[in-house]
């Protein structure tokens, strides 16, 4: 994700990946700026302030495409790997924004999937220690005491969406 994240497209992730570290950071203006994400087997979740012109649209078209042919490569294949355009809703209100990273850190529980087939920001945002900052969190944890307030808001958020999320199949499709 950070590689694609970049105003310069960086080529091949492949050929990337020779690069030093250090040669790839230097200067590097981002396309957007990470507050949460969440990577789940089968589909990812991201909030993200646009920091570039277009910013978001530059960073999703480079990032599923150049998943797609890595992953085409790896495994010797051809095709597209994703089905239609990516969804983006614009965040328009600060509950929603304290909700929508909610949702996102804890999106595998959302989906009832095993954390092991998951990775998100969720632990930058919990655990004391700052184990990465990769997420630019503050706009969310600034509105806290701490970090335990945060993840107290976040795992009752998760069972109302959970609830809501449950009221609303039922509604949909008769369960």
Same mark, same amino acid.
């Given at each position: 994700?950070?590689?694609? +994240?970049?105003?310069?497209?960086? @080529?091949?992730?492949?050929?990337?990946?020779?690069?030093?570290?250090?040669?790839?950071?230097?200067?590097?203006?981002?396309?957007?700026?990470?507050?949460?994400?969440?990577?789940?087997? +089968?589909?990812?979740?991201?909030?993200?302030?646009?920091?570039?012109?277009? @910013?978001?649209?530059?960073?999703m078209h480079r990032l599923?495409?150049?998943?797609? =042919?890595?992953?085409?490569?790896?495994?010797?294949?051809?095709?597209? !790997?994703?089905q239609g355009r990516y969804?983006?809703?614009?965040?328009?209100? +600060?509950?929603?924004?304290?909700?929508?990273?909610?949702?996102?850190?804890?999106? $595998?529980?959302?989906h009832r999937l095993g954390?092991?087939? *998951?990775? *998100?920001?969720?632990?930058?945002?919990?655990?004391?220690?700052?184990?990465?900052?990769?997420?630019?969190? +503050?706009?969310? !944890?600034?509105?806290? =005491? $701490?970090?335990?307030?945060?993840?107290?808001?976040?795992?009752?958020? !998760?069972?109302?969406? !959970?609830?809501?999320?449950?009221?609303?199949?039922?509604?949909?499709? @008769?369960?």
């Amino acid at each position: 994700m950070d590689e694609f +994240n970049v105003i310069e497209p960086i @080529g091949s992730i492949y050929e990337n990946s020779f690069i030093q570290k250090i040669d790839k950071v230097m200067a590097q203006q981002k396309l957007v700026r990470f507050v949460s994400y969440c990577l789940n087997a +089968n589909h990812y979740h991201f909030l993200v302030e646009q920091v570039s012109d277009q @910013g978001i649209e530059k960073f999703m078209h480079r990032l599923s495409t150049g998943y797609t =042919k890595y992953f085409n490569s790896k495994f010797y294949r051809t095709g597209s !790997l994703f089905q239609g355009r990516y969804k983006a809703k614009y965040v328009d209100s +600060n509950k929603y924004l304290l909700y929508l990273s909610s949702y996102i850190n804890l999106n $595998n529980q959302v989906h009832r999937l095993g954390s092991s087939t *998951s990775k *998100s920001s969720w632990e930058e945002f919990v655990w004391e220690d700052d184990v990465s900052n990769f997420c630019h969190k +503050n706009i969310i !944890l600034d509105q806290f =005491k $701490n970090k335990n307030e945060y993840k107290l808001f976040a795992e009752e958020a !998760l069972q109302i969406i !959970l609830s809501n999320r449950e009221t609303f199949e039922e509604v949909e499709f @008769g369960s």
